[in-house]
Every structure is written in structure tokens, then in C-alpha cells.
T-cell receptor, first 112, second 114 residues
Framework: GENVEQHPSTLSVQEGDSAVIKCTYS??????FPWYKQELGKGPQLIID?????GEKKDQRIAVTLNKTAKHFSLHITETQPEDSAVYFC???????????FGKGTHLIIQP | NAGVTQTPKFQVLKTGQSMTLQCAQDMNHNSMYWYRQDPGMGLRLIYYSASEGTTDKGEVPNGYNVSRLNKREFSLRLESAAPSQTSVYFCASSEVGWDDYGYTFGSGTRLTVV
């Protein structure tokens, strides 16, 4: 079945620095790659997504890049702030109708 | 606009007891999903319903049953709870073209089986 690997599992950065989280996928039929942010005690919330016909997408301080040849995509957060501290999940659509497959998550810690 | 509502938020069961987790969405979405979240395991699909009247197994369906009661509601039932089912359960919904809009998640049900 589809497999999504996410790294690192924990990432600690100084406030104001950039953070990068990477994911790789296995199904070449995948064409949709969302990122979710989960704050403590809450459900995951979609923060940005990218489709296979686009290489990069930005939304203020966050951006996602996609390399279809290498089958990997990354989340970039610039000028990190304390409110960016959360668990981030990548996901991909795979080739089937059963929805998204998620990575295991990255715990992002912003150090003051 | 409530989005996706899950009840209860917390539950403690004894081994062998049964219970039903409720999920309702008010966004007129066609597709609904049940995931479980365990430490270090990410989100794993239990069951999904692509449209009203249909349900299908996901990655980890054993020990669970589901009912798509109508377009709004999708329930998850544990017939005989086991400690291995201790987890946080999330319901999600999406448009038919879920790869256009992604998922909307509920706030979760934290279940402990003792």
C-alpha cells in the first residue's frame, strides 16, 4: 500500500529562524499533497496544499515544494513564531479512492 | 458554522464494554472518515464512507463497525472494547473532490480502555 515517510520526528528551532519538514511518498499516482497542523488537544487543520502540476506554493510565511521525480515534498516555515509550535502532518492522495495517507508527524518546537 | 462535531470528547471503558462514537458535519460533505491517532503512528484510517449509503474498510478496521446514518452523520462502534483500542479518534469530512479541498477534522474523542 501507499507509504508516506516524514522527517524529522522532532524539530527544535530558535524563534525567527526557518523550519523545514520533509516527506517522501511511494505511489506515483499521487497528485495531491496537503499539510496539516495539530495543536495540543485539537484536531488537525489544513494549512497549505499542493497539486502535482505545481512545483511550489506560498502563503505568507509558509511554503510547500514538490519534486515529483524524486517523490518528495517539503514544508517551509520562515520567521518562526511561538504560535508555530505544534505537530505537523504531511499527507498524500495515493492512487485510490480511500482518501489521504498521513505521515507520522513532526513535533515542531519554537525556542524563545 | 460548527464544521465537524464529535461526541463524546472523553470516555473510559472497561474491557469488553461497547460504545458508539458519534460524528456529524454541517458542511453538506459527501465523504466522511474515521481515523485513530496513536503516539508515533500518525493518523491511521479505520473506515470511510465515500458517499451516503456506502462504507469501506481502511487500514485498521478490525474491532470496529461503522454506520453512515445519513449524509450528516457517521458513527463508529466498538462492540467489545480492548486495551489496544485506547487511542484518540478523529472524524473528518470532505467534498466529493476531496483533493480539491482537503479534510475538515473534528476535535477528537479520547478513549481509554482499562
Amino acid at each position: 500500500g501507499e507509504n508516506v515517510e516524514q522527517h524529522p520526528s522532532t524539530l527544535s528551532v530558535q524563534e525567527g529562524d526557518s523550519a523545514v519538514i520533509k516527506c517522501t511518498y511511494s505511489d506515483s499516482a499521487s497528485n495531491y499533497f496537503p499539510w496539516y497542523k495539530q495543536e495540543l488537544g485539537k484536531g488537525p487543520q489544513l494549512i497549505i496544499d499542493i497539486r502535482s502540476n505545481v512545483g511550489e506554493k506560498k502563503d505568507q510565511r509558509i511554503a510547500v515544494t514538490l519534486n515529483k521525480t524524486a517523490k518528495h515534498f517539503s514544508l517551509h516555515i520562515t520567521e518562526t513564531q511561538p504560535e508555530d509550535s505544534a505537530v505537523y502532518f504531511c499527507a498524500d492522495s495515493g492512487g485510490g479512492a480511500d482518501g489521504l495517507t498521513f505521515g507520522k508527524g513532526t513535533h515542531l518546537i519554537i525556542q524563545p | 458554522n460548527a464544521g465537524v462535531t464529535q461526541t463524546p470528547k472523553f470516555q473510559v471503558l472497561k474491557t469488553g464494554q461497547s460504545m458508539t462514537l458519534q460524528c456529524a458535519q454541517d458542511m453538506n460533505h459527501n465523504s466522511m472518515y474515521w481515523y485513530r491517532q496513536d503516539p508515533g503512528m500518525g493518523l491511521r484510517l479505520i473506515y470511510y464512507s465515500a458517499s451516503e449509503g456506502t462504507t469501506d474498510k481502511g487500514e485498521v478496521p478490525n474491532g470496529y463497525n461503522v454506520s453512515r446514518l445519513n449524509k450528516r452523520e457517521f458513527s463508529l462502534r466498538l462492540e467489545s472494547a480492548a486495551p489496544s483500542q485506547t487511542s484518540v479518534y478523529f472524524c473528518a469530512s470532505s467534498e466529493v473532490g476531496w483533493d480539491d479541498y482537503g479534510y475538515t477534522f473534528g476535535s477528537g474523542t479520547r478513549l481509554t480502555v482499562v
